[in-house]
């Protein structure tokens, strides 16, 4: 695995991004959107997860080096992020992966706050070849209708924030506008996939979602990337 970083720029300042990459090149990335925290290590290390499985991870600073471990501080950080300026972080982050690293097809996933950039930039991001938006809030159902980009969201049935009756409202529209989703819920908290919170992991729930994510990318993406190693 290697590790660089891009720099993006935007219409609000430039930022960078974190990106992992196998050792030998690859046609195939996912854009790897942050939770309220920030870049962590916990990010670099998902980045580098998909890294070793054959996928080009690219992780945009959506908070322009701000990082906390602070729940106040975290969400007052989330707050202050219009969606617009996140989408457009996307867009700008997509547009400098394809010039830089030479790739085919494009990925997003995203946790937590990450999760509804991820689900919004499968709505109104066409250029995506598929997504995988973890336990991210719902937008309105005339944005859900746009969406075209196969998505597996991750749910949890103990999530206090992302509830089960949100989680509904997704499967409704997908339902009422026929839209390309599939919805995975587990028993487990809210970013039960985080491995470095032991109050809310779920280990079994997550080597389940990894594995179907996994799957999910290597379908839409058409990658030759290596078959899981978990």
């Not at 080009?56 to 992020?81: F, N, V």
């Not at 010039?99 to 250029?127: D, W």
């Not at 995506?128 to 973890?134: D, E, G, K, M, N």
């Amino acid at each position: 695995m290697k590790t660089q970083t891009l720099k993006v720029s935007t219409s609000r300042g430039a930022l960078t991004a974190y990106v992992a990459s196998p050792e030998t090149e690859t046609a195939a990335a996912i854009l790897l959107i942050h939770e309220w925290w920030g870049i962590n290590d916990h990010i670099r290390d998902i980045a580098s997860r998909y890294a070793n499985e054959g996928f080009a991870c690219i992780a945009p600073d959506l908070y322009r080096g701000k990082i906390t471990r602070d729940a106040g501080e975290a969400s007052r950080l989330m707050q202050a992020l219009a969606i617009e300026d996140g989408l457009e972080t996307v867009r700008q982050t997509l547009a400098e992966t394809k010039r830089a690293l030479k790739v085919q097809k494009l990925g997003i996933t995203g946790y937590c706050m990450g999760g509804i950039f991820a689900l919004r930039a499968a709505c109104e991001i066409p250029e995506f070849a598929a997504a995988a938006p973890f336990y991210g809030d719902i937008p309105d159902e005339q944005i859900l209708a746009k969406l075209k980009v196969p998505t597996l969201f991750i749910a949890g049935n103990r999530d206090n924030w992302i509830t089960p009756q949100k989680v509904n409202t997704l499967k409704q529209a997908a339902a009422r506008y026929s839209l390309p989703v599939e919805v995975i819920s587990y028993d487990a908290d809210h970013a039960f996939f985080n491995d470095t919170r032991p109050e809310v992991y779920d280990e079994k729930a997550a080597a389940d979602a990894w594995t179907r994510v996994l799957a999910h990318f290597r379908k839409y993406l058409a990658t030759s990337a290596s078959q899981s190693r978990a």
